[in-house]
T-cell receptor, first 116, second 115 residues
Framework: AQTVTQSQPEMSVQEAETVTLSCTYD???????LFWYKQPPSRQMILVIR??????QNATENRFSVNFQKAAKSFSLKISDSQLGDAAMYFC?????????????FGKGTHLIIQP | DAGVIQSPRHEVTEMGQEVTLRCKPI?????LFWYRQTMMRGLELLIY????????DSGMPEDRFSAKMPNASFSTLKIQPSEPRDSAVYFC?????????????FGSGTRLTVV
């Protein structure tokens, strides 16, 4: 079974600074997808960024980028120029991309605090 | 599209009562997922459907939990009888062709409190 581990229950960063959230995962599959979701206090699950395992290039979405290390099974999220609106829970998630669907396997989350 | 719609947003019920949570997926999505979020266990997949057919219900915690999808635009998650340990946020999500490639869209969740 796949597992996703987020070792940082909470992170704090000054506004405008850069922060990196860590995520490791375990799978025996070679083809899969990795995601970062943001959950603000409104509890809405918002997709931040997605990475396809067969792509070597790291995904980027504006201020958000990932460092995907397939051999190490590591998938960290970097947030540049942190803003107050970035404060939320961040979840790393895995999805197998084989036939059919398995849904998402989530890590326990990292609570990101932005200090003004 | 209005996105995935869940109702109610909040539900408070007494132990032993039946609770029904509702979900309307995005039109055209062929997969529907039910997740539960608690502080202790995080986000867990309970069950998912493909074209209205339950595919994997191995995450359903007990026989007290049941889920149905009578048509492509509606699904329910029922707990009968409810217990305080069922208190959690329940999310519904839908996707097209499994979601890994095209993405998953989540509803706003139902916060269930069983007293």
């Amino acid at each position: 079974a796949q597992t996703v581990t987020q070792s940082q229950p909470e992170m704090s960063v000054q506004e405008a600074e850069t922060v990196t959230l860590s995520c490791t995962y375990d799978t025996s599959e070679s083809d899969y997808y990795l995601f970062w979701y943001k959950q603000p206090p409104s509890r809405q699950m918002i997709l931040v960024i997605r990475q396809e395992a067969y792509k070597q290039q790291n995904a980027t979405e504006n201020r958000f980028s990932v460092n995907f290390q397939k051999a190490a099974k590591s998938f960290s999220l970097k947030i540049s120029d942190s803003q107050l609106g970035d404060a939320a829970m961040y979840f790393c998630a895995y999805s197998y991309s084989g036939g059919g669907a398995d849904g998402l396997t989530f890590g326990k989350g990292t609570h990101l605090i932005i200090q003004p | 599209d209005a996105g995935v719609i869940q109702s109610p947003r909040h539900e408070v019920t007494e132990m032993g009562q039946e609770v029904t949570l509702r979900c309307k997926p995005i039109s055209g999505h062929d997969y529907l997922f039910w997740y539960r979020q608690t502080m202790m266990r995080g986000l867990e997949l309970l069950i998912y459907f493909n074209n209205n057919v339950p595919i994997d219900d191995s995450g359903m915690p007990e026989d007290r939990f049941s889920a149905k999808m009578p048509n492509a635009s509606f699904s329910t998650l029922k707990i009968q009888p409810s217990e305080p340990r069922d208190s959690a946020v329940y999310f519904c999500a839908s996707s097209f062709r499994g979601g890994a490639l095209y993405g998953y869209t989540f509803g706003s969740g139902t916060r269930l409190t069983v007293v």
